[in-house]
């Protein structure tokens, strides 16, 4: 028996004759570029999250481009970022001429350290730059501690946009990602908690100028009609057969985020006698976009990888390597060592999540191969 790592197969077998009668639809009526399925999608996005404005586009990684050319951000700006984190966060910022600070992390909760935030904004401002936003990751699905993060970005006046990409539809203390800092962004990527099949991404905001802004950009910096521009933008439109799937894919997706959280807690009782399981702040609950532990020293765990893919679990390391150590990144300023991201880097182990996780299977040929390894 071979489980998946993202059971994405399991879902479409549930909800492939709607899906096809949605892309039919939209083969029919052939509005491929912002047909009425994206207005559709948007105006169910808002309401699912709470917030006033949805703002589809091609992708995760636009949505955050579109933050940060909203907010006018360029050269001499420093944007506070995690190191632990998917590279498009950072990438984004040099995107722009800017020059993102690598924060360190916690060791609990993966995410973005408040105390070494605060050192970071020291770091830039020595190195006479601007400190300007926090781009905080929700990492696995766990939304940032936001109140510890706002109370630093109001000191400072920087402004907030939340990297929503693996924790659309957690909350946090009773508000939805999404509803949550200046702007909150997420991706519809096959892979991550809701998804479609191709690229998708959405922004969202409660401010109206701001939503005005990033819909211009979206389509070439547009002003009054298509051939009216304003200023510089991109093409960052979501196509209409990806809106139309969305659509089919959240009339499912309250349900799975409650089995996400059925196989994360069976998981969690199975493990946490084994390895550090994940730790949720109260108040808040994760999309499970992945669920990851920490392996205890003296694990092997490129051996632990091998002999779960032999009894066929498949597992993932997120993230190999930090981004400040990346090639491409090692050059922007740090705070300090970043000696957390750099310990999580060598020591979590992602195990197969998603609405359909065989969990009991995974649990009793984990716990084999970590005996077997011990
Ligand atoms: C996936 C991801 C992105 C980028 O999303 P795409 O849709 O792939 O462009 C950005 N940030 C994080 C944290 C991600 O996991």
Redesign the pocket.
Known sequence: MVIQFIDLKAQQVRIRPQVDAAIKRVLDHGAYIMGPEVYELEKQLAEFCGVKHAISCA???DA?GLGLMAKNVGPGDAIFVPSF??A??AEVVAWMGATPVFIDSLEDTYNIDPISLELGIQTAKKLGLRPAGIIP?DLFGQPVDYDAIQTIADEYNLWVMA?G??SFGASYKGRKVGNIGDMATT?F?PA?PLGCYG?G?AIFTNDDELASIMKSLRVHGQGTDKYDNVRIGMNGRLDTIQAAILIEKLKIFPEELITRQKTADAYNNGLKDVVQIPYVMDGVTSAWAQYTVCLPNGINREKLMIDLKEVGIPTMIYYVKPLHLQTAYKHYPTVGALSVCESLSNKVLSLPMSGYVNKQCVILKTLEALNFNA
């Open positions: 992708n995760g990684t955050l984190t998917f498009a966060t990751v990297d990409a693996q991706s990527f991550k690229d991404g």
